[in-house]
């Protein structure tokens, strides 16, 4: 299999309009916090906590599969994981969502990996020859 590569950057993929918000959103929320608390500090605290919160929204994130598996790159991490891990993997709209459960379980979203691409149908069938696959 041909290695492939790919990179998400949702705050350049998504609309102006739902960036412009989320700025918003955080700019009051850091005002009431330094306004509430009567301190510049917090607001700043407030500022950073919520941006590194957002941190996958904001910054890019680096995807690269292979025949052993997949590799998730965000600022400094650097996570690799193998296809053995993985039984199921379902298509979504703005990525794929892989399982370690061959069934839809409940424990799916604290155990999963969802990969995010504008293409996921070209991800999804080449995750789909090395992982036994099916939809939820």
Request: glycine letters at 4%; hydrophobic letters at 40%.
């Amino acid at each position: 299999m041909q290695t492939k590569t790919w990179v998400s950057h949702p705050l350049k993929e998504e609309s102006k309009k739902k960036s412009t918000l989320l700025f918003l959103a955080i700019l009051s929320v850091t005002l009431i916090a330094g306004w509430s608390f009567e301190s510049v500090i917090f607001a700043l605290l407030s500022l950073v906590l919520l941006t590194a919160s957002m941190s996958h929204y904001f910054f890019s994130t680096h995807y690269n599969i292979d025949e052993n598996g997949f590799t998730v790159s965000h600022l400094v991490t650097n996570r690799q994981y193998l296809w053995a891990d993985f039984h199921r993997a379902v298509l979504h709209p703005d990525g794929i969502f892989l399982s370690p459960f061959a069934k839809p379980h409940r424990l799916d979203s604290f155990r999963g990996q969802f990969l995010k691409s504008s293409n996921p149908q070209e991800i999804y069938n080449a995750i789909n020859q090395h992982i036994q696959t099916g939809s939820a």
